[in-house]
Nanobody
């Protein structure tokens, strides 16, 4: 059974940094497509970044690309999201997912058929 466990969330002031971790079990992340998504209260879930392990990374916006970095550690079977220059609008529950549907990684938006972690809360205060 594939499971994902996120960690690293917390409360920071605007301009601060956090690094989220997503450790997989039941699957080797190599050559898989994984992603970070977030959902703020009252808003729809949105993609943050995706990584086709060992191949490429994509970001959902230029603004995120300039501040966030998605990275892998295949030895630890873990994907990270380094978040710098955090803004209050980054406040959300952040989820890690591994793609299980047959769509290109760079356009994958996350579905209920994919495997998700439980989420980790990020709160940025002004």
């Amino acid at each position: 059974q594939v499971q994902l466990v996120e960690s690293g969330g917390g409360s920071v002031q605007a301009g601060g940094s956090l690094r989220l971790s997503c450790t997989a079990s039941g699957v080797q992340i190599s050559r898989n497509c994984m992603g970070w998504f977030r959902q703020a209260p009252g808003k729809e879930r949105e993609g943050v970044a995706r990584i086709l392990i060992g191949v490429y990374t994509t970001y959902s916006s230029d603004s995120l690309k300039g501040r966030f970095t998605i990275a892998q550690d295949t030895y630890k079977n873990t994907v990270y999201l380094q978040m710098n220059l955090l803004k209050p609008e980054d406040t959300a529950m952040y989820y890690c997912a591994i793609r299980r549907v047959s769509v290109p990684c760079d356009t994958w938006t996350g579905t209920e058929d994919d495997v998700w972690g439980q989420g980790t809360q990020v709160t940025v205060s002004s």
